[in-house]
Structures are given as C-alpha cells and as structure tokens.
C-alpha cells in the first residue's frame, strides 16, 4: 500500500486515530474530531492529548506508555477508559497504542473506537446480576450453580448458612465436599445430570460434619450450566415423625412452602419494579417489566393457594381470570381491553396451574404489544374446558391478527409459551387471519 492509499484509509476510518508527541496532538482523522465533539480534525491538533483522559484513568495510561517506550509490549493490550471530550463530557472509548516515527519524532499513534453503548449495557447487566443475586441471598432457599461436570461455581448465603460450605478457590470443589462418599456422590451426580423435576432427598455433608437431610430440584440452563435449589428439610422430618397420616405431614409442609415462596415472589416483583424504574435504559425497564408481570403470574397462584387453604389442587375458574385480570390492568393504560372469559371448574396441581398461569401472561402481554396498534380498545376471550379427555385453553384477541403465524417465533414471549407448552405435554396452534387465537390442549393429570 502506497502512502497516498494509506493515508485516504486513515482519514476514512471509521474508528478515531491519533498521532501525539510530547504529549501534543500532531495529526486527528476526522472520526477523532466526531468522538471529541470537534468541528474538524483542526480543533484537535496542538491540544496536550493526555488532558483528554479521565483523571481516574491518567495514571494508568502514563504507566503504560511509558513501559512501551522502555520496550515493554504491555499498553499493546486494548484498554477501556473514559476520555473527556472537549466540552468535557466523558465518554467510554475503547484504545490501543503503538509507537511510530512522526516527522521525525517518536510519537504514539492511538486507535480509539467509542463503546457508550456496550458499556452502558454491561452497567445494566451488572446491575441486573446484583440484582439477581440480591434476591438469591434474600430466600431462604439453598441455591448452588455448577457445571455439567458438577464442578459448583456458586453458592447463595443460604446455602453457607446451612451447610458451612463456601466457593473458595478451584482446589475444593463443594459439590466433593457435599458428597464425600463416592458411591453416594455418584448417584447424586446421575439425579444431577437427569435434569429431574422432582425434589429429591439427599444427605449433605456440611462442614462441620454433620448431616443434613434436604430436598433438592434442579434445572438445566442454555449455557451448560446448572441450578440446584435445596430446602433444608430436617424440622419437617422431625415433625412427621409425630405426624400419624403421611397426607397431613405433606399438606404443612406445602403449606409453609407456598407462604415462602409467595413472600419471595412478591419481593422479587417489587424489586424488579423499582429497577425498571431507576434504570436509565428504556429495552432494559422493558425487559424488567416483563420479568415482573411473568413473577406476578407465579404469585397470584401462591396467594391462591393460600387464600383457598387448597395446597395440591387449583381451580382454574377462580385462578386464570384473576390472572389475565391482572395483567390487562398492570399494562398498557391507554389501551382499554374486554375480557371476557368462560373457564370450567376444573382442578389441576400447582405446577401446572403456574404454567397455565404463565402461557396466559405471555399471550395477553403480546397481544397487548402488537395485536391493537393505533386502537384504544380491543376484546380479550379466555376460554377453558374438558374436550375429549384433555385440557383445552384458548385465548383469543379482535386485533390485526398475524398472518401466517409461527409457532418457533424468535421472541422470548413466543419461546416460554411454546416450551412450557412442551412441559406441559401439550400442543399449541396458532391462528391469525381475524385477530389472533391461540389454543393450547394437554393432556389430563394421572
């Protein structure tokens, strides 16, 4: 490549570059003068390029320069810094130096490529990892992450709490220190792996040697990783020991589960409300939003279940109206939605009823994005009932439809309803030419 060729790639990158000496800008491309706010390159040149770095980030850059000019490849790395711009607004810029003869001096020439965008995206997602590790902390639940390997990462406070164990250093691995008997950590290790539903009764060694018996589920992520939750379950053994009818044992501790789990469910949903409304990011308060009306679907059955004093059967008459209810209202205020709903007295366990629960939450809330567009009103109809031996749902809207619909939609929204469609052991068709219809049918319990 010629200089002429050189040089018009340089003034037409993309990415801002700049040639210092003595700490003076020699040379800025135009990209430069648009990520220090400058009306042209001009403005740039003859200012101390160093007065352009956050102060909290000056020392660093000094240090590192000056190990490359003592022949040290350190400052070669790309680095993440505020620089200031001109009007002194700090802006997150990605960097890299290199040393270079600039008329004949040796100079730095700096690649800096601005990354607001990502950084103020990872600042939500740290935020939303305190967050969800914030409410870890605050369940009295055990809660450990591992690999499929069983090599366990993470343990929540509750779970030091009543085993003593912690995540150290990759040396111990708490998953051995739980299970020292390696017959037993084998078969442990295979309910792990199966990716059960059910809660299990394991015997966990804690730290100080002692056995703890507690129940544990487990769920498989998308990142090969899994979550164990574990209730530590020795006063409700010890209870049904004077218990004489195994039903009763069953029905308290249920019981106390649901009260937990409602208290717990209505926490997270408050906090997820007052992060949506602290975070600066409209997609993020939106994605938080989401996260809290599919918590509150979950909550509205716990408060159900408590009200009823049913703890093994829900009555989908009583619980799917109050669901969609609820969610029409937490929504979209200027849109004023009918429902109109016909559900069948039918009984069904807690876990499905969440599931239902939660397909309903997602139909209505799409149909509340997308289905009345430039409408002030629109007609929800909730139906469910006994169809040849099976469970049929159907929630339906009066809007534009969509067309030729597609169950494998890439939406989130679409993924939960069809997946828990799947664990549900059921089908789903959807229909979208007058409005939108969505029919769900499972199959009855055993």
């Given amino acids: 490549m010629d200089a002429k060729t050189a040089m018009l790639a340089i003034e037409g990158s993309p990415d801002a570059i700049i040639v210092q000496t003595d700490d003076i800008i020699r040379y800025a491309n135009a990209a430069a003068a648009e990520l220090f706010g400058a009306s042209s390159p001009h403005d740039l040149l003859g200012l101390p390029f160093f007065e352009r770095i956050h102060p909290d980030f000056y020392t660093d850059a000094q240090e590192r320069l000056e190990k490359l000019r003592s022949g040290d490849p350190t400052y070669l790395k790309v680095a993440e810094r505020l620089y200031l711009q001109l009007n002194g607004r700090p802006v997150w810029v990605e960097t890299i130096g290199q040393l270079i003869e600039y008329e004949n001096q040796i100079g730095t020439l700096f690649y800096l490529r601005k990354v607001e965008n990502r950084k103020r995206l990872q600042m939500v997602l740290e935020q939303e990892r305190k967050l969800y590790e914030k409410i870890l902390n605050s369940i009295p639940v055990l809660v450990a992450r591992s690999t499929l390997n069983n090599y366990t990462f993470y343990v929540n406070e509750e779970f030091t709490r009543v085993l003593g164990w912690k995540v150290q250093d990759k040396s111990q691995n708490v998953f051995d220190q739980c299970f020292p008997n390696p017959a037993y950590r084998k078969t442990v290790a295979n309910y792990v792996a199966c990716d059960s539903k059910e809660w299990k009764l394991l015997r966990v060694q804690g730290e100080n040697g002692s056995i703890v018996e507690s129940r544990w589920s487990n769920v498989h992520l998308d990142d090969d990783t899994i979550i164990s939750l574990g209730i530590d379950v020795r006063e409700h053994l010890q209870m049904g020991k004077q218990v004489q009818e195994l039903l009763q044992e069953k029905e308290i501790l249920l019981r ?172 789903l068709t959807i229909e979208g030419t007058e409005g939108t219809r969505y029919t769900i049918t499972i199959p009855l319990e055993d």
Avoid at 342 to 359: C, E, N, T
Wanted: charged share 15%; glycine share 6%.
């Fill in 256 to 427: 106390e589960v649901h009260h937990r789990m409602k208290n717990n469910l209505a926490t997270m949903t408050s906090l997820l409300t007052i992060q949506a409304e602290m975070t600066e990011s409209p997609e993020a308060a939106i994605a938080l939003l989401n996260a809290r009306n599919r918590i509150q679907s979950v909550t509205l059955l716990y408060e159900h279940l408590n009200r009823t004093g049913e703890v093994q059967k829900v009555n989908l008459a009583d619980y799917l109206p109050q669901v969609s209810q609820d969610i029409i209202t937490a929504l979209d205020a200027s849109l004023s939605l009918w429902l109109e709903s016909q559900v069948d007295p039918l009984k069904v366990s807690p876990a499905r009823a969440s599931l239902l629960g939660i397909i309903v939450n997602e139909i209505i809330t799409n149909a509340v994005k997308y289905a009345f567009p430039n409408q002030k009103r629109g007609n929800i109809i909730l139906s469910c009932g006994l169809v040849n031996s099976a469970i049929v749902l159907k929630v339906s809207d009066n809007g534009i439809g969509c067309g030729d619909c597609i169950v494998d939609s890439p939406g989130l929204g679409a993924n939960l309803i069809s997946m828990l469609t799947e664990q549900l052991e059921g089908t």
